[in-house]
């Protein structure tokens, strides 16, 4: 099972099951330490450790625990498996179609994204506005309900017209599934799930305004690549090479295989960059090769 988890990670444009695995991880990991607290009649070693990873609701709680707002996004409630259940699917479904038109960078972006944005919505209407302050629980708020729905609402911006086939309903455009989930947060906004249902707008807000900026060029998670760039380049070794260099004289160009070898290599790693992270990462470089090689 370590070797097929392992595997996933490695695999290319494949953030869709990777997020997916750290959620079940982190699920599976509360739950043995709940199970065990309970039976050593030492509960408040589980919900010590469970309010260090749920979102507080009064914001003089959260600033004593920021890490908080992503956090709260990878850890779901642990009464039913129902919850995190729904969450994967539609985040599998959903990611799916991300990756294949944005890449796994941009689906990770998203994923982030959603969940800041609803953490912003759900700290702000409890701060702010009384008539959640008795509808909102204290203890804080756990769910990758905002960041599924950042995502879900994404793509149906960018595909509004992408058909699923659904059991017992046939073929849906996404762009009504999207509507209907939207509508329910919207009427479950006052009801006892009120700043989940808060935190899902906001989340859903965040995927409608992320694809519409993409589409004009702007890219608002640029930051959180290059942040999960410069974290990965802590943990991979670069080997020091020398460099010599000597006076040659020049020769006449001529075509030869290993040139054109070297060439499919450069072109081959700039389709796997555009499979990744989508055209607009390429460098000026990268594009005008790209077009060079088109034209052959």
Same mark, same amino acid.
């Given at each position: 099972?370590?070797?097929?988890?392992?595997?996933?990670?490695?695999?290319?444009?494949?953030?869709?099951?990777?997020?997916?695995?750290?959620?079940?991880?982190?699920?599976?990991?509360?739950?043995?330490?709940?199970?065990?607290?309970?039976?050593?009649?030492?509960?408040?070693?589980?919900?010590?450790?469970?309010?260090?990873?749920?979102?507080?609701?009064?914001?003089?709680?959260?600033?004593?625990?920021?890490?908080?707002?992503?956090?709260?996004?990878?850890?779901?409630?642990?009464?039913?498996?129902?919850?995190?259940?729904?969450?994967?699917?539609?985040?599998?479904?959903?990611?799916?179609?991300? *990756?294949?038109? !944005? %890449? $796994?960078?941009?689906?990770? &972006?998203?994923?982030?994204?959603?969940? /800041?944005? @609803? =953490?912003?919505?759900?700290?702000?209407?409890?701060?702010?506005?009384?008539?959640?302050?008795?509808?909102?629980?204290?203890?804080?708020?756990?769910?990758?309900?905002?960041?599924?729905?950042?995502?879900?609402?994404?793509?149906?911006?960018?595909?509004?017209?992408?058909?699923?086939?659904?059991?017992?309903?046939?073929?849906?455009?996404?762009?009504?599934?999207?509507?209907?989930?939207?509508? *329910?947060?919207? !009427? %479950? $906004?006052?009801?006892?799930? &009120?700043?989940?249902?808060?935190?899902? /707008?906001? @989340? =859903?807000?965040?995927?409608?305004?992320?694809?519409?900026?993409?589409?004009?060029?702007?890219?608002?998670?640029?930051?959180?690549?290059?942040?999960?760039?410069?974290?990965?380049?802590?943990?991979?070794?670069?080997?020091?090479?020398?460099?010599?260099?000597?006076?040659?004289?020049?020769?006449?160009?001529?075509?030869?295989?290993?040139?054109?070898?070297?060439?499919?290599?450069?072109?081959?790693?700039?389709?796997?960059?555009?499979?990744?992270?989508?055209?607009?990462?390429?460098?000026?470089?990268?594009?005008?090769?790209?077009?060079?090689?088109?034209?052959?």
């Amino acid at each position: 099972m370590f070797d097929e988890f392992k595997n996933a990670f490695q695999k290319h444009n494949n953030a869709h099951v990777q997020l997916i695995i750290i959620n079940v991880v982190a699920f599976l990991i509360l739950a043995v330490i709940k199970v065990f607290s309970n039976i050593s009649g030492s509960t408040e070693v589980f919900d010590f450790i469970h309010a260090q990873l749920a979102i507080p609701a009064p914001f003089l709680d959260f600033i004593k625990k920021p890490w908080t707002i992503i956090s709260y996004s990878f850890v779901h409630d642990l009464s039913s498996v129902w919850h995190i259940l729904f969450n994967m699917l539609i985040f599998y479904w959903f990611g799916k179609l991300i *990756i294949e038109y !944005l %890449g $796994s960078d941009k689906l990770i &972006a998203l994923y982030v994204l959603g969940a /800041l944005t @609803g =953490a912003f919505f759900y700290l702000l209407v409890y701060n702010t506005i009384p008539f959640y302050q008795g509808r909102i629980p204290v203890l804080g708020m756990v769910g990758a309900s905002a960041a599924v729905y950042a995502v879900l609402v994404a793509a149906a911006t960018l595909l509004p017209d992408y058909t699923f086939f659904l059991m017992f309903l046939g073929p849906v455009r996404i762009k009504y599934i999207a509507l209907v989930y939207i509508v *329910i947060s919207f !009427l %479950g $906004s006052i009801g006892t799930n &009120a700043g989940g249902n808060v935190a899902h /707008l906001g @989340g =859903a807000l965040m995927g409608f305004i992320y694809v519409k900026q993409m589409q004009i060029g702007v890219n608002w998670g640029s930051w959180i690549t290059s942040t999960l760039d410069w974290i990965r380049g802590l943990f991979v070794s670069q080997s020091k090479v020398k460099v010599t260099y000597r006076k040659t004289e020049p020769k006449p160009t001529q075509p030869s295989a290993k040139a054109s070898k070297a060439t499919q290599d450069e072109i081959d790693t700039i389709l796997d960059k555009i499979s990744d992270r989508g055209y607009e990462s390429l460098t000026k470089e990268e594009k005008e090769k790209l077009f060079n090689a088109s034209k052959k």
